[in-house]
């Protein structure tokens, strides 16, 4: 299923959406090697959050790195000494491993950041957007700890957004791209079909821990402000009305 986009417009330019849109296509295309090369291979390792490295502290050794093993208490080189490996799990937000990838992570983020920033406003929604991400990492990394490989992109953060929508807006519907047809189905269905078919991704290599991580704490902050949310929604929606005339 493919969503092209939700029956549910908007009073706003959603310019943090835009903006974190922006970024993500930047930091791909003007400063991200190819992944496929071997430069960009060393650059994720340089630049992206590393389990192991998150669990010890400290940056992947060249044994750690050629064997693919997290090695407790290993004293040998470090791969890159100077990585801040804190730094890189912010900094894996905004990095990916394909066109493919950032192409539909943008377009989920398009589809529904929207309606979540408007409700959230622009700093609550950038805060919600970078909480979900680092909590979409923790996530993997708890359910992971020893795994060695670059952990890229905006999927936990995007899931965040997606937890926030389906709390907000379940019964709002999207148009969705099914098989050859286009559908509008409730929000409810089409984002809890998407969070139980991370289930079935968990051995093909995809971070379905850090998407579940990201959307449980979407949906759970947003639960907690939802009437608040709903209220400053509405508040944009409702017409005003022109104040009085004063007759001469």
């Known amino acids: 299923m493919i969503p092209i986009r939700d029956i549910n417009p908007t009073r706003i330019l959603p310019l943090a959406t835009i903006a974190l849109i922006a970024i993500n296509i930047v930091a791909y295309f003007a400063w991200q090697p190819s992944p496929d090369s071997a430069e960009g291979e060393s650059f994720l390792y340089e630049q992206a959050a590393i389990a192991c490295e998150l669990t010890t502290g400290e940056s992947l050794t060249l044994r750690e790195a050629r064997t693919r093993q997290c090695i407790d208490n290993d004293t040998g080189e470090q791969l890159f000494p100077d990585k801040n490996v804190w730094l890189a799990g912010f900094v894996s937000m905004f990095l990916h491993g394909s ?75 999207v148009l969705t791209l099914l098989f050859v047809f286009f559908v509008p189905i409730p929000a409810l269905f089409f984002l809890g079909f998407w969070f139980l078919s991370q289930f079935a991704v968990a051995d093909v290599g995809i971070a379905w821990e850090a998407h579940v991580g990201g959307f449980v704490l979407g949906a759970a902050a947003t639960l907690i402000l939802r009437e608040s949310l709903l209220r400053r929604v509405r508040s944009l929606h409702t017409p005003r009305m022109p104040p009085p005339r004063t007759p001469f």
């Open 99 to 173: 066109i493919l990838h950032i192409a539909g992570n943008m377009w989920f983020l398009w589809v529904f950041g929207n309606n979540v920033e408007e409700a959230y406003g622009t700093i609550g929604y950038i805060l919600l957007y970078l909480v979900a991400g680092i909590v979409a990492t923790a996530a993997f990394v708890l359910f992971n700890s020893d795994a060695t490989d670059p952990l890229v992109g905006a999927s936990g953060a995007i899931a965040g957004v997606l937890g926030a929508y389906l709390v907000l807006f379940p019964r709002n519907r």
